[in-house]
Nanobody
């Protein structure tokens, strides 16, 4: 199983980025997908999750810190989960990781997931 995250970069405060996570080696539509982030010196935290669905996912769940600014989506035909990030602030600077969980319920804990991708760095300048 591989999860390949991409789309990170440097952006000014108020800008937007779109992260993508392409999965292989698993039946993507049967997995919950989540995004986590970790800033230097801070603990890893949950960002957003989407439950599995027939084509594009079922329910979504967001951390309070990103609610209204970030949108998670998935395309089961492309085995891809995306994280659209708008109105970015320097506090969003972190390495972002995607994760897959073989279950029906979104989890907010890293260890509840079964597979993890490498991080993609997001840096927001003030």
């Amino acid at each position: 199983v591989q999860l390949q995250a991409s789309g990170g970069g440097l952006v000014e405060a108020g800008g937007s980025l779109r992260l993508s996570c392409v999965a292989s080696g698993l039946t993507f539509s049967t997995y919950v997908m989540g995004w986590f982030r970790q800033a230097p010196g801070k603990e890893r935290e949950f960002v957003a999750g989407t439950s599995r669905g027939v084509w594009s996912g079922g329910t979504t769940y967001y951390a309070d810190s990103v609610k209204g600014r970030f949108t998670i989506s998935r395309d089961n035909r492309l085995n891809t989960a995306n994280l659209q990030m708008n109105s970015l602030t320097p506090e969003d600077t972190a390495a972002y990781y995607c994760a897959a969980k073989a279950s029906t319920r979104i989890a907010t804990i890293w260890d509840d997931y079964h597979y993890w991708g490498q991080g993609t760095q997001v840096t927001v300048s003030s």
